[in-house]
């Protein structure tokens, strides 16, 4: 038995598998902010998938940017009690076996390249919309070579800040985010109706970060995925190319752009990638 499991800003979503092709079973719960009790919900939720079987190995993705030994995040806005934990070693001690450890969009972006949207493409973008924003550059199927890792959220496109104004980090992140949505509205993203304007506002501001994807990584095709995009209401996908198509008209083709197909569980599907070797580095 397989243990799989993908820590977001809001969810964390807990699985097992004994074919690394399909998952067995999917449990969801709200994502502690306290890093031990984050930990402890992970460990009962694995006790009652396992019903008794004893786990070979386990991996998953958190988000944030992961320190050189991948054990754990080095920074982290939301979950910041789980930055410096060593959630491998954490984990590996309680449940006997090896652990492996991923930036959360690395590992759905592998999970989509290699059970969903991304299969067949050459060069793959993933794009994570929800809590924040995050994403990752796939070649023939492997996560691209990283130093620090991928954060196309922390991107600048506020330049002069008239969007945002002076107390924000003028970010992609910060314009398209769940979070940042909640923040200027004062509601959760899923109480606004899909007519309201703000939908196709959003739309636009993330065409510019798709455009800077474009134009530094030449993907075949960039695949979409997180709440704000696979939810309901969301970004719509039609609106996200139509703005896309405009800002690079008349420069270079756009590349396919595509919703993800694994919806909120790509994370485990990479994680189960990941431990069947579908991953180079």
């Not at 703000?198 to 075949?220: H, M």
């Not at 197909?261 to 790509?266: M, N, R, W």
Request: proline fraction near 4%.
């Amino acid at each position: 038995m397989y243990l799989l499991f993908d820590i977001g800003g809001t969810k964390t979503r807990i699985a097992i598998t004994d074919d690394l092709k399909t998952l067995r079973a999917v449990k969801r719960i709200n994502t502690p902010h306290a890093y031990k009790e984050g930990l402890q919900a992970i460990l009962e939720a694995a006790e009652k998938l396992a019903e008794g079987h004893r786990f070979i190995s386990i991996a998953g993705g958190i988000r944030g940017p992961l320190n050189h030994e991948k054990t754990g995040i080095v920074s982290e806005n939301t979950l910041t009690d789980w930055v410096g934990r060593n959630i491998v070693s954490d984990l590996s001690e309680k449940l006997g076996c090896p652990v492996r450890l991923e930036n959360d969009a690395s590992l759905v972006g592998l999970g989509e390249v290699t059970f969903g949207a991304g299969q067949g493409c050459e060069i793959v973008a993933y794009h994570t919309v929800s809590t924040g924003v995050g994403g990752a550059r796939f070649v023939h199927g492997h996560l691209d070579v990283v130093s620090t890792g991928f954060e196309p959220g922390h991107q600048i496109l506020d330049i002069d800040r008239t969007i945002l104004g002076r107390t924000e980090e003028p970010t992609l992140e910060a314009l398209v985010s769940g979070a940042a949505l909640e923040k200027r509205r004062g509601v959760k993203p899923y109480e606004i109706p899909q007519t309201d304007h703000v939908w196709d506002e959003l739309a636009r501001y993330l065409a510019y970060g798709l455009k800077n994807t474009i134009v530094y990584w030449s993907p075949d095709r960039i695949i979409l995925g997180g709440s704000m995009i696979v939810g309901d209401p969301n970004i719509p996908i039609e609106r996200i190319i139509f703005h896309t198509k405009k800002l690079l008209e008349g420069f270079i083709p756009c590349p396919s752009i595509v919703g993800a197909a694994l919806k909120d569980e790509g994370g485990l599907y990479g994680a189960m990638a990941l431990i069947a070797g579908h991953y180079t580095q």
